[in-house]
């Protein structure tokens, strides 16, 4: 039997929690799916088949980073995002939107698109709809983001209101522009990305103006943008309703172990975020008694691992500290495996909880032992 462009089907549900499977040619994404983030054709610190190895089924890759280093079309010549970095699963690439924004003074934004100047050698580009999707094409991206605005927290709601008209006027080139691309969009799955800043009537605009354009996906957009988490739950609140039931739902840059807790909770089905890795590499690792970190001079002599299941388990706290204190690549290398073991072990936990219709229970009894310690 062939396997499908995109499928997409809910198992169960508890409450608004969902778990299901997304069904693609590269194989299948168990959701609510965490994606590991690989910017650079690699998550940093991992070999492809340990991530595999870990549970994840999906990764994400960066086209803005990509497409300036080493090169759309030299990816392309060179055999596509998968054979290069070899990883043969499911890739989903963001749109590139969100780090051009970011760029501030060295970018200009246009109803046709953004121009900005790379943060590597300051030359100049162009990424509009069009080159977003050709780009991400050429990478041979499996889930393609539609190329959208994401404003900054805390723009007056007119500002908010224009940026997501603009997105939404986006969001319908970027799908005339991958339509046009029949190679791939044969197979490969689009995602419209939601605006509308914290404001539920932009919002549900921006909702009701993406499902008319029609995507296989959609995406929570503009939120872990620095509103805090009692802020993002607020919205995802109604957010997630907002947008088809039959569909996945992705929070773009989310987040925490209880940002995702309580986004499944509202409904959310993907997730992707750098926190795991970056926070790896930093010293803090992610367990179920809260965050750890190994810098702290009280693990300088504690024998114990940071989880015996863990792939950093057959070393103690005081090798990891000893590891990260010394800046040596390994203690990088052991902290960033363990958060993305974890993260998967996360999700896993709540697929299992939302099919056996204990999620409310999981969700309690995780936010109480994952607070409890203060683990500094």
């Known amino acids: 039997m062939t396997a499908p462009r995109f499928?997409?089907?809910?198992?169960?549900?508890?409450?608004?929690?969902?778990?299901?499977?997304?069904?693609?040619?590269?194989?299948?994404?168990r959701t609510p799916a965490f994606m590991p983030v690989g910017t650079a054709a690699t998550v940093k610190g991992m070999k492809p088949a340990d991530v595999r190895a870990i549970g994840a089924d999906i990764i994400l890759g960066n086209t803005y980073h990509l497409m300036l280093r080493p090169g759309a079309e030299r990816m392309d010549r060179l055999g596509g995002l998968h054979k290069f970095m070899g990883w043969d699963r499911p890739i989903l690439t963001?749109?590139?939107?969100?780090?051009?924004?970011?760029?501030?003074?060295l970018r200009k934004i246009t109803e046709e698109g953004v121009r900005f100047a790379s943060h590597i050698d300051g030359s100049r580009h162009m990424l509009t709809p069009e080159r977003s999707m050709e780009i991400q094409r050429l990478l041979g991206s499996d889930i393609v983001m539609a190329f959208d605005e994401c404003p900054a927290h805390g723009v007056a709601r007119e500002v908010a209101e224009r940026s997501m008209l603009m997105s939404m006027r986006w969001a319908k080139r970027s799908r005339d522009a991958f339509d046009a691309g029949a190679e791939h969009a044969a197979r490969a799955a689009l995602f419209g990305i939601q605006q509308g800043?914290?404001?539920?009537?932009?919002?549900?605009?921006s909702a009701e103006a993406l499902q008319e354009i029609g995507f296989d996906g959609y995406a929570i957009g503009g939120l872990a943008v620095g509103e805090g988490q009692e802020a993002m739950f607020a919205t995802l609140d109604f957010a997630p309703g907002q947008l088809p039931f039959d569909k996945p739902r992705y929070l773009m840059g989310?987040?925490?172990?209880?940002?995702?807790?309580?986004?499944?909770?509202?409904g959310v089905d993907m997730f992707d975020c750098?926190?795991?890795?970056?926070?790896?590499?930093n010293g803090q690792a992610?367990?179920?008694?809260?965050?750890?970190?190994?810098?702290?001079?009280?693990y300088a002599e504690d024998l114990t691992p940071l989880d015996p299941a863990s792939p950093a388990g057959a070393w103690s706290k005081a090798y990891l500290h000893h590891l990260v204190k010394?800046?040596?690549?390994?203690?990088?290398?052991?902290?960033?495996?363990h958060n993305l073991w974890f993260y998967q072990q996360l999700m896993a936990a709540m697929r299992d909880a939302i099919a056996g219709g204990e999620f409310a229970a999981f969700a309690a009894e995780f936010r109480a032992r994952y607070k409890k310690a203060g683990q500094a």
């Open 274 to 281: 750098v926190l795991p890795t970056r926070s790896g590499r």
């Open 94 to 105: 963001d749109s590139g939107g969100y780090q051009v924004m970011s760029l501030a003074s």
């Open 7 to 29: 499928d997409f089907s809910i198992a169960a549900t508890d409450g608004k929690a969902r778990t299901g499977v997304i069904r693609m040619k590269r194989g299948d994404i």
């Open 197 to 205: 800043s914290l404001d539920q009537d932009l919002r549900l605009r």
């Open 254 to 266: 989310v987040g925490k172990p209880d940002d995702l807790v309580g986004a499944v909770e509202r």
């Open 326 to 337: 010394a800046g040596e690549m390994l203690g990088a290398m052991l902290m960033t495996e």
């Open 286 to 298: 992610f367990t179920w008694d809260g965050p750890v970190n190994i810098r702290n001079a009280k």
